[in-house]
């Protein structure tokens, strides 16, 4: 086994960026028998009315790229049924949009993501194995294989799955080194970096006075940084300030 994930580590560790570690992973699964590839990160899996998170990031290969406005600007991806099963589930799974196949997704194969249906039957889009990768601080990802046409083909090989599973996390761990950090949140509330470091004092229990003294700034001034941050958060006071902040990861240093 650990021979098996130092070749397939190596396979990912010789590329530089982020799109040719993608385009390896595409490779990989090819030679696994899937045609498409679906790839998103997000820093959270859920919004604070429990909603899935639209992702920070979303890589296709051999997807037409109208897949990324439906998902992201339509908001298909919060109403996706792999998606849904994957957000509360870290197996990996086999999937079909043939109501007359039983995958995890049957149950929730009805008007409501009907949608979704609709533009992945539209083109071929209608199987493959999804895994989903929780992260230990919250980051959440989805590595997806998908065959082009063949619900019949839905695949069940444990042998196989297991395989994609290795190659996806593997994967996945050399990719997340080579993310662009300044574009993975676009859909999160931006703290000023004096912002988060007021909310973390305060998420301590220190009073503003208290936060003053540490950061050497008058109590006004740490006063109007917890101020802007409660506004920038929605939040009604310093409390609740806190809670979203540390909801969205904003308070990780």
């Avoid at 039957?121 to 601080?137: A, C, K, N, Q, Y």
Wanted: aromatic letters at 8%; charged letters at 25%.
């Amino acid at each position: 086994m650990l021979d098996e994930i130092t070749t397939i580590r190596r396979r990912f560790t010789r590329h530089g960026t982020l799109d040719d570690c993608i385009d390896e992973a595409f490779a990989a699964l090819s030679g696994l028998g899937y045609d498409a590839l679906v790839y998103d990160y997000t820093p959270i899996p859920y919004d604070l009315d429990g909603a899935i998170m639209i992702p920070s990031m979303l890589k296709l290969r051999n997807i037409d790229d109208d897949m990324r406005d439906y998902w992201c600007d339509r908001g298909y991806f919060r109403i996706d049924p792999v998606q849904i099963v994957a957000a509360r589930s870290s197996t990996p799974f086999a999937w079909s949009y043939d109501k007359e196949i039983d995958t995890e997704i049957g149950a929730l194969l009805d008007e409501t993501t009907e949608p979704v249906a609709r533009y992945l039957r539209e083109r071929d889009l209608t199987s493959g194995v999804t895994i989903p990768i929780h992260m230990p601080r919250g980051g959440y990802a989805t590595v997806t294989g998908i065959r082009l046409g063949a619900d019949e083909m839905v695949d069940r090989d444990a042998g196989t799955i297991a395989r994609f599973s290795l190659l996806a996390h593997v994967f996945h761990d050399t990719a997340y080194a080579l993310y662009d950090r300044s574009a993975l949140s676009p859909l999160l509330p931006s703290l000023t970096a004096r912002e988060r470091e007021c909310l973390r004092h305060s998420a301590h229990g220190l009073s503003a006075k208290e936060i003053s003294r540490v950061i050497g700034r008058s109590i006004p001034t740490v006063v109007m940084h917890l101020t802007a941050a409660a506004r920038k958060l929605g939040a009604r006071n310093r409390t609740q300030a806190v809670v979203r902040a540390a909801h969205f990861r904003l308070l990780d240093n």
